[in-house]
């Protein structure tokens, strides 16, 4: 699958910016947060054309306007289900035997 | 970019203000006491009225099911003329897939009659979903803010499924890295588009849920001739525990109020490197205990939701219980239903194995599954992100670092966490917020009994013993 590298003026996109640097961000956080920016994603209707790593506005579905960096065109959710947990494949099984046997002897 | 944070949060008060719809001063007794019931009724709205309104919006009425297989399994294992009656309200019914669709409800409902062109709300949760779904249908414009990702940009697949949702619902989406300043671009957003704050923690969130509480006692009286003698209600930020026993309440129910938790003590809810390294993104310790001896800690003045008023216990259990458990739902009882859902169904289990056949547990919700929510996905997800995944005794997992999915249901045994230990700390942050050298009045005595369950003298006792410490 080629990803599209580029955007039109309407397309549907993501773009990325930072909120606040290390030294912006909030006291007591952990050393490991601390350390990181906070960063932010929002999808939206590109303004204009732009390529992967320019710099672009978008106007979101409340019909904001919000200026970052396009990541992505046309982004999309690939999350799964994944393969079974070896740990939890034979709980159906035995668990059926057991309430079965349990009725069985009179339960 | 210096000092934007300092900024916003200057105006908070302002904003909030114009944003809940609600103005919280009126109901301020002291530093430390406000009139919570006055500020549960100030939105005006009977009980019948907010199910009125959650019936126009495909909310409620949701299946309540016995659970004879896995009643059964049980009473397998119990002792002889032990192992109580289980029961589930089936809330992943509901139109966005779980019972916070019934907390967005009457935000919604307020939002449009109020003439806001828009909700925003902060979560990762279900309840994005919710407010997204129910938005939708008032035609209203919805901004859900999500901490969704660590600095890695890697996401817990439960929450990519969550902006999946809420963008299916034609939400705007604002995902954001690990942080508390999640709050303070919430403001921005609020003082940016002047939308209604849908709290989770709002009057209108919590009074929506109290048709939870109150349907399942009247379902319940249906079937078996009485209200349950036990609920188990998944335990985090206390909404979920505080609506259910006030809707209980209002049935005339004496129902036994148990809120359960997924133990992940020792994980950093702050944490960029702790963020992915568990299993579960709510009805965790790491909300249920903070909200419970805190819940002023929430985005609004006053939190309408009290857990410690309302639980009579607080059982927490482990993550590897809740998957085992969603397995066995689905294989006994074909339900498949998301792992937050069943935290309570794990600890119904254990609970119901020491009650005697005549009682009746029923657990207060279900949520829905799917890509990314599913208990595989979380497994796998756990296994990439290091964290040891294995078969064997539960009470050996170590939150973060391993999963123990048990081998036999004996082996889930639902732990129970101190009352009087969050009481003793609510009481502690009470005092703390209230300022140095302020005195507790009688009246702020009462209040703290009432909010934390116990008594004034109790309540004594324990500043008491803080003084000294």
């Known amino acids: 699958m080629t990803e599209t590298t580029r955007c039109a003026p309407g397309d549907w996109v993501e773009v990325e910016s930072i909120l606040l640097e290390p030294a912006d961000r909030s006291a007591n956080l952990p050393d490991d947060t601390a350390a990181q920016p906070l960063r932010m994603w929002v999808k939206g209707f590109a303004r204009t054309a732009a390529g992967v790593g320019d710099e672009l506005t978008v106007e979101t579905m409340t019909g904001r306007e919000v200026t970052g960096v396009l990541v992505e065109v046309n982004p999309g959710y690939f999350h799964t289900f994944g393969k079974p947990a070896p740990e939890l494949t034979a709980v159906g099984r035995d668990l059926r035997i057991r309430v079965a046997a349990y009725r069985k002897a009179g339960g | ?469």
């Open chain 2, 1 to 469: 970019m210096a000092g934007r944070t300092e900024a916003i949060m200057a105006r908070k008060g302002e904003i909030m203000k114009r944003a809940l719809g609600m103005d919280y001063a009126q109901f301020e007794r002291s530093p430390i006491a406000f009139d919570y019931e006055a500020m549960m009724s100030a939105h005006g709205y009977s009980l019948e009225q907010i199910i009125a309104i959650q019936r126009s919006g495909g909310v409620g009425k949701t299946p309540l099911l016995e659970l004879r297989n896995l009643t059964d399994l049980v009473r397998s294992y119990a002792e002889p003329g032990f192992g109580a009656r289980l029961f589930v309200k089936d809330e992943a019914a509901n139109m966005a897939g779980s019972f916070k669709d019934r907390r967005a409800s009457v935000s919604i409902h307020v939002a449009k009659e109020k003439g806001y062109a828009g909700v925003i709300a902060a979560t990762s949760g279900n309840y994005g979903a919710a407010v997204s779904s129910q938005a939708a249908r008032a035609g209203l414009n919805c901004i859900i803010v999500q901490e969704a990702f660590d600095s890695r940009h890697v996401g817990q697949p439960e929450i990519i499924e969550k902006s999946r949702i809420c963008e299916a619902f034609g939400a705007e989406v604002v995902q954001l890295t690990v942080g508390p300043e999640l709050f303070s671009h919430m403001l921005e957003l609020l003082d940016e588009t002047g939308y209604l704050a849908a709290s989770l923690y709002s009057a209108f969130g919590i009074s929506g849920i109290e048709s939870l509480g109150w349907e399942l006692a009247e379902e319940m009286t249906a079937l078996t001739g009485a209200p349950p003698t036990h609920v188990v209600v998944t335990h985090a930020g206390g909404g979920n525990t505080t609506g259910t026993a006030r809707g209980l309440r209002r049935a005339g129910a004496t129902t036994q109020v148990v809120s359960a938790s997924v133990d992940l003590s020792g994980l950093h809810m702050a944490s960029d490197a702790d963020f992915n390294r568990k299993s579960f993104t709510t009805g965790h310790t790491g909300f249920g205990v903070p909200f419970a001896t805190w819940p002023d800690r929430a985005d609004v003045p006053r939190n309408a939701a009290r857990a410690l008023r309302y639980m009579d216990r607080y059982l927490t259990v482990t993550q590897g219980d809740v998957f085992y458990v969603t397995e066995a739902m689905a294989k006994l009882e074909g339900l498949e239903r998301g792992p937050s859902g069943n935290t309570a169904m794990a600890a119904a289990i254990s609970l119901a194995r020491d009650l005697p056949r005549d009682a009746t547990v029923v657990v207060q919700e279900t949520e829905y599954t799917g890509a990314g929510k599913h208990h595989w996905a979380q497994l796998n997800f756990a296994r990439e992100n290091g964290v040891e995944v294995r078969a064997g005794d539960p009470t050996e997992s170590v939150p973060g670092k391993s999963i123990v999915i048990p081998e036999r249901p004996e082996q889930i045994r639902a732990k129970d966490f101190d009352l009087s230990k969050l009481r003793r700390s609510y009481v502690r942050n009470a005092l703390a917020h209230a300022g140095e050298g302020y005195a507790p009045t009688s009246e702020d005595i009462e209040f703290l009994a009432v909010d934390t369950n116990s008594d004034a003298a109790s309540i004594e006792a324990i500043v008491a013993s803080l003084k000294e410490a």
